[in-house]
């Protein structure tokens, strides 16, 4: 049982990942070495953030809700992930889609490596099955969406040819991907929600950000012609 649980976590976390890269067609652009590139910017971006935040923020156990302020100025440091991804961005060559899939694709594929390989190694090969393994699962699922997101944002910003109008919305979305998770974290555990109408929270607000990105994406391909 406790091998079946984990063989479930291991499909449910990196086959959406696989799928992605597979069916984007990704792997006919000879995309792969650019996404081991993407992961090694990601790598060195989160190296970074830590130097920073062991550095300025020493005291990393303050509670959520009793140092808000504290929390917002850490989350600060996420915007370092927006530069390390605009790099990636600029490094692959090639139309929007594939240099925002690649990018962004990448990027989700080291951060889920990194950040849950070692969680579900340890915790959900235990004896006791937790719900929990579950969750961080499908919270990776919606992380990989979110990820091409912000690479969409960040294509979008550095072009020359978006209406300012739109450019200011984009760059705020661009801020608020940094400050998001904090957000939304306070907010979950204000409402006292528990974990999985928190997931659906989470879900809903990244669809949200799917499809007004969508939208303005689509409707600049159709004015440059890079479908």
């Not at 190296?47 to 156990?61: I, Q, R, Y």
């Not at 139309?95 to 690649?102: A, N």
């Not at 969406?145 to 550095?158: F, G, P, Y």
């Not at 974290?185 to 109408?197: C, E, R």
Request: overall charge neutral; aromatic content about 14%; proline content about 1%.
């Amino acid at each position: 049982m406790t091998l079946y649980h984990f063989g479930n976590c291991i499909a449910l976390i990196y086959v959406p990942y696989y799928l992605a890269y597979k069916q984007s067609g990704l792997s006919e652009y000879g995309a792969f070495w650019k996404c081991i590139q993407a992961g090694l910017i990601y790598m060195i971006t989160q190296l970074g953030k830590m130097m920073v935040l062991a550095t300025f923020f020493p005291d990393n156990v303050s509670d959520l809700g009793s140092d808000f302020i504290g929390e917002f100025l850490k989350s600060t440091v996420d915007l370092a992930d927006l530069v390390g991804l605009y790099l990636v961005l600029a490094s692959i060559p090639g139309k929007g889609h594939s240099k925002v899939l690649t990018a962004g694709i990448g990027w989700a594929t080291a951060e889920v490596i990194l950040s849950r390989a070692l969680l579900l190694w340890v915790g959900a090969r235990g004896a006791e099955f937790d719900w929990i393994y579950i969750q961080k699962c499908l919270e990776s699922n919606i992380l990989l969406v979110q990820h091409i997101i912000t690479a969409t944002l960040l294509w979008l910003w550095s072009r020359h040819d978006l209406k300012d109008s739109i450019k200011s919305v984009v760059t705020i979305l661009l801020l608020f991907t940094a400050y998001k998770g904090l957000l939304l974290d306070f907010l979950i555990s204000g409402t006292n929600t528990n974990a999985w109408v928190g997931l659906l929270i989470k879900a809903i607000v990244t669809v949200g950000y799917g499809v007004f990105t969508l939208v303005v994406y689509a409707g600049l391909a159709q004015v440059i012609g890079i479908f």
